[in-house]
């Protein structure tokens, strides 16, 4: 079974950074394409970044309302992937969810295979 562990979630104030931890285990984190997702209270679960690695490069996703701010980036030593949250306003605020599938699914629209339990961001005014 493939686990997937978040952490880093917070309370801070608007125009604070926080930066999210995904630790996988369980299985070999260079097959995952990772991604991190969002749930506010009252809204649906948004897509925010992913990141996908084929050898040495890397590629990158990032939801427009993040573009700029947020960084998604991997760490193939410590089985991690992070999510940078950078100038965070309270529209950010929400549950954070680190969700893993084959790098090697052709579908966009293919599950998610494993999901975190998520970490909680909360961003006042």
């Known amino acids: 079974q493939v686990h997937v562990v978040e952490s880093g979630g917070g309370q801070v104030q608007t125009g604070a950074s926080l930066t999210l931890s995904c630790v996988v285990s369980g299985g070999d984190f260079s097959d995952y394409a990772m991604s991190w997702f969002r749930q506010a209270p009252g809204k649906e679960r948004e897509f925010v970044a992913g990141?996908?690695?084929?050898?040495?490069?890397?590629?990158?996703d990032y939801a427009s309302s993040v573009q700029g701010r947020f960084t998604i980036s991997r760490d193939d030593a410590k089985n991690t992937v992070y999510l940078q949250m950078n100038s965070l306003i309270p529209e950010d605020t929400g549950l954070y969810y680190c969700a893993a599938r084959s790098k090697w699914e052709s579908d966009p629209d293919a599950p998610y295979d494993y999901w975190g339990q998520g970490t909680q961001v909360s961003v006042s005014s």
């Open positions: 990141v996908n690695w084929f050898g040495l490069r890397s590629t990158t």
